[in-house]
């Protein structure tokens, strides 16, 4: 791997874990302590987001309490955001931007909080970002990422009532990148030309 993607996944790491030290163990309000209560007890209601509830309470019985969701949280939208940005710059920039996002008052504020709006936004964004990686990606390695941001999409509904809809639009970027298009990956980012005189 070379130096500077290194060098851009540590920025990544130390913007999480500034987040995450910064609200440990997440900002928790009365839904979140109602859907603690059902993760932990595995009763299910269909007020909240029952599915990643019942993907969290296996976790639960382990010792993964709050603090872990919201690292994981936190983890997903830098990853989803870095992703995305590597459609236009390359892996330190996008790592840089992707915190100074993240960082940002209005995003900052809302990844601290254990809730299920700040999980449809990490999944959906991570969805995103890995059909923009899978574009830039040459099959068989396209159809990993494919598989990935599917995934991410597959997950994305059960976090709110109006997901669905966003989930849609990736998977129609997915529909289109394994129908054949683009036929060639698309280059990442790299350094820019001077024109020619």
């Keep these: 791997m070379p130096r500077t993607t290194l060098i851009a996944w540590a920025v ?3 913007g999480a874990l500034a987040i995450f030290l910064a ?3 997440g900002r928790i309000s009365i ?4 859907e603690i209560t059902e993760a932990a007890t595995a009763h299910f209601s269909n007020r909240g987001a029952p599915l990643l509830l019942a993907l969290w309470s296996p976790f639960w019985d382990l010792g993964f309490g709050p603090g872990a969701v919201l690292l994981a949280s936190v983890v997903t939208f830098l990853i ?3 992703l995305v ?20 008052p209005p995003v900052f504020g809302n990844l601290g909080a254990m809730q299920r709006d700040t999980w449809f936004i990490a ?18 390695v396209r159809g990993r990422y494919l598989a990935l941001a599917l995934l991410a999409a597959l997950l ?10 966003a989930a849609a639009l990736a998977c129609v970027a997915i529909s289109g990148l394994l129908l054949g298009w683009p036929r060639k990956a698309l ?7 001077r024109p020619s005189r």
């Excluded at 280059?187 to 030309?193: I, V």
Aim: net charge positive; with cysteine.
């Design 187 to 193: 280059p990442p980012c790299s350094a820019p030309r």
């Design 31 to 34: 839904d979140s302590l109602g």
């Design 23 to 25: 609200f440990w163990p």
């Design 123 to 140: 999944l959906l964004v991570l969805a995103f970002g890995l059909v923009v990686r899978a574009a830039q990606r040459p099959w068989p």
């Design 156 to 165: 994305t509904p059960p976090t709110r009532q109006n997901a669905p809809a």
């Design 85 to 104: 940005l590597r459609a236009a710059f390359r892996p330190l920039g996008a790592a840089v931007v992707a915190v100074a996002i993240a960082l940002s």
């Design 80 to 82: 989803g955001a870095y």
């Design 12 to 14: 990544l790491l130390l």
